[in-house]
């Protein structure tokens, strides 16, 4: 899954937002399917709300979850402006 995006995204960069967002609704219906059961989302999103952290920082910025309002990948910033808000980390 993760190779077929990357594929897409740097075969055609101009299409790179819509195979992003693909990939965002997929997850989000899946999130909401009673059958998958992932809770990576769910976690982070509890994370984000009991501690009001506002940036992710994961493995890559491509599976970063786009209800924070900062993405990081290391020092590297995906989107947002970083702050000294709470930190979510996923490694």
């Known amino acids: 899954m993760a190779d077929d995006l990357l594929t897409q995204v740097f075969s055609d960069p101009t299409q790179f937002h819509i195979h992003l967002e693909g990939r965002i609704s997929l997850q989000a219906s899946l999130d909401k399917a009673p059958i998958y059961r992932s ?3 769910q976690v982070l999103r509890q994370a984000m709300e009991v501690f009001g ?3 992710y920082i994961g493995e890559t ?3 970063a979850p786009p209800f924070f309002l900062i ?3 290391g020092a590297n910033v995906t989107w947002g402006v970083i702050d ?3 930190i979510a980390a996923d490694w």
């Open 39 to 41: 809770f990576s989302w």
């Open 53 to 55: 952290a506002k940036t």
């Open 61 to 63: 910025g491509l599976t």
């Open 71 to 73: 993405a990081r990948w």
């Open 84 to 86: 000294d808000s709470p």
